[in-house]
């Protein structure tokens, strides 16, 4: 398979992937204490984006996903729809910085932790915006909390995806160790 | 070789420690506010005031009809305390909520844009109006 045609197709698989994930989390009933709280299940198709193919080919993959997952989830162009854009914005982005900057001191687990706050904190300046008031960063401590098991839930989640995948799957110069520290020998499928 | 990078370790308590710390900071101020006799409900659609009135002069189950883009938004009053009972909105996170009843908290619709808080009378400005 020639490196164009893998990458066509991995990439496809994560914006496919990614949709299922969107939409599926839509489904799953809000918690009952902690309103807004999402296990940021399409987090782990961008971070996968990022590790094997960087940030270009990751924006596309994450508006695919959003305008997909709103399409099929049918929430396009309602506020659900401009909130999920909003976290899918904020958390690639620093996600992104965080990949670039922070490789040596960060494994994945640490970016996807980075994702999720990014991702709570820019819905809440979206819908801050939207009502016209901060009363909304009420939730932020409770959604701050909750992004810690799920982020690392996820950023583990993406370490043992990306094992599946040979290193040479990425045409990207962070091809080098895309696993780094990622999870400990013992786990070693 | 550890799978967590010290970073991670960082991160994850420099976010424990902020979420935390706003907990604490939350609850120091609802223990910091005044009686609740001056305290105002206010409600907001679209960032404009279309009511407001003493927290106190709400009685238990009375309830007030707020219409938003989407529909009617239903508040209901307690024992000096107020909540949202029923919404158009699909999350029904600002039913989840619950009671508010201390002046800076606040219910937040945002699919409907309907925002109810409590006023405290006499520190309506400053830093309050920042927090709020």
């Not at chain 1, 990949?99 to 300046?125: T, W």
């Not at chain 2, 120091?28 to 105002?40: F, I, T």
Request: glycine share 12%; aromatic share 8%; charged share 15%.
């Amino acid at each position: 398979m020639g490196g164009q045609t893998r990458r066509l197709l991995h990439l496809s698989l994560l914006v496919a992937g990614g949709t299922a994930l969107h939409v599926f989390e839509g489904l799953l009933p809000a918690l009952g204490a902690l309103p807004g709280a999402k296990l940021g299940l399409a987090n782990l198709v961008t971070l996968l984006a990022l590790a094997l193919y960087g940030p270009g080919a990751t924006w596309w993959v994450v508006s695919l996903r959003v305008l997909l997952g709103s399409l099929l989830g049918g929430t396009l162009l309602t506020t659900t729809f401009f909130l999920s854009l909003a976290g899918a914005v904020g958390s690639t982005l620093v996600m992104m910085l965080a990949f670039r900057l922070g490789r040596r001191a960060l494994s994945i687990m640490g970016v996807s932790v980075l994702g999720a706050v990014a991702h709570n904190v820019s819905q809440l300046l979206l819908a801050a915006l939207l009502i016209q008031h901060l009363g909304i960063f009420f939730y932020l401590p409770y959604l701050l909390l909750f992004a810690l098991p799920t982020g690392c839930f996820i950023g583990i989640t993406a370490s043992y995806v990306l094992r599946l995948f040979p290193p040479a799957a990425s045409g990207h110069r962070w091809k080098k160790d895309p696993l780094r520290g990622v999870v400990p020998k013992a786990w070693n499928m | 070789m550890a799978p967590v990078t010290r970073g991670d370790k960082l991160i994850l308590v420099l976010v424990l420690v902020v979420a935390l710390g706003a907990f604490g900071f939350l609850a120091l101020r609802r223990q910091a506010a005044p009686s609740p006799a001056m305290a105002q409900v206010v409600v907001e659609v679209d960032g404009k005031e279309v009511e407001r009135f003493p927290l106190a002069n709400l009685r238990a189950g009375e309830r007030h009809q707020v219409r938003g883009p989407l529909g009617y938004s239903v508040i209901e009053g307690g024992e000096n305390k107020v909540r949202m009972v029923s919404s158009p909105c699909p999350d029904k996170v600002c039913v989840a909520r619950g009671w508010i009843s201390v002046p800076g908290e606040a219910i937040v619709c945002v699919p409907n844009h309907v925002v109810v808080h409590v006023e405290g009378g006499a520190q309506k400005q400053g830093y309050d109006a920042l927090t709020q």
